[in-house]
């Protein structure tokens, strides 16, 4: 069959056990010549009524959020957009703007440092935050629950500590807006405890505290708006890509090309007995 008699064929003819159209079978879309749905919403209806925070929620859910709960994730995916050049993702994304890539490169290149030491353990401090409550429903108290948590988890809890913060600004109102809407029954709560468990066993008998960070405190939301642990990861990649884009433009609007991460006139270290 030619390429015209295939695209004018019935679905059928070409595909008459539908193992083809199986082959990407989606919930998330549907397309068609002069249709595109998504989510079962037809794209024209969606352009200009519906915000970006609310149509992210929908394409990963299927389903509107509350104006509450749009509220309440647009506040974490603004939180986390940028934290300035110390930030790896961030000065990846302006390195690689000056070595003459396209934005795409740049962006491509800082998303992939965003993982379990850096913007991407929020996913992991989902899981921990279960890990508590699930041992709180099987019967402990949260202090127990907590250090059993802890206890069983790595070395470096996800979701807490910052190398520069001592308490990360952007927690308290993070936190805050979670408290209203446990208040106001827009979310249940128990990994905003879980969470402020953790925190405050950490704290205890520390010189130096060690903090809820941005990933931690995006973790509770997402968590608490009942995203899985990987889409905790998946939306702080969302939220930073905003910075990282930012960033990798204005570097390529600087005209300076092969920046490497310290000036010139600092040189590595060259320590040749180093194991
Ligand atoms: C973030 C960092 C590597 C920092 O390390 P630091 O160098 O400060 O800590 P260290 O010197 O290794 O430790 C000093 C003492 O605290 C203890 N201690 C530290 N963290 C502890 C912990 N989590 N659990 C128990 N104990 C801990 C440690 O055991 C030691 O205790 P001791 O030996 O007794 O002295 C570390 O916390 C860590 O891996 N966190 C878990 C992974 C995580 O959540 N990643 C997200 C970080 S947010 C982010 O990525 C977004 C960002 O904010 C980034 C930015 O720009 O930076 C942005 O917006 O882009």
């Not at 905790?232 to 090309?257: N, P, Y």
């Amino acid at each position: 069959m030619t390429d015209r008699a295939a695209q004018e064929a019935p679905v059928n003819e070409i595909d008459p056990t539908g193992a083809v159209a199986d082959w990407w079978a989606t919930a998330v879309s549907r397309m068609e010549p002069g249709v595109i749905e998504l989510r079962g919403r037809p794209v024209q209806d969606l352009i200009g009524t519906t915000g970006l925070t609310s149509m992210i929620w929908l394409m990963l859910r299927g389903d509107l959020p509350a104006p509450r709960q749009a509220a309440l994730l647009d506040a974490a995916l603004v939180a986390a957009v940028d934290h300035g050049p110390q930030a790896p993702s961030i000065a990846i994304a302006r390195m690689a703007a000056t070595c003459g890539v396209g934005l795409n490169n740049a962006v491509a290149s800082a998303v992939n440092t965003l993982g379990d030491a850096h913007g991407g353990a929020g996913e992991q401090c989902v899981r921990l935050l279960d890990d508590v409550i699930r041992r709180e429903d099987a019967g402990l108290d949260l202090r127990t629950a907590t250090d059993r948590a802890i206890a069983d988890g790595p070395r470096y809890l996800p979701g807490f500590g910052h190398r520069f913060h001592p308490r990360d600004p952007r927690r308290d109102p993070l936190l805050a807006l979670v408290e209203d809407a446990v208040r106001d029954g827009v979310v249940p709560g128990r990994h905003l405890r879980a969470g402020k468990a953790i925190e405050a066993r950490l704290a205890e008998g520390r010189d130096r505290p060690v903090p809820m960070n941005i990933d931690g405190a995006t973790a509770i939301i997402y968590a608490e708006l009942g995203f899985p642990a990987p889409l905790a990861r998946g939306l702080f990649v969302l939220s930073r890509s905003v910075g990282i884009l930012a960033h990798a433009w204005e570097e390529s609007q600087s005209g300076r090309r092969n920046k490497g991460p310290v000036p010139r006139a600092v040189l590595p270290a060259y320590v040749p007995d180093r194991p």
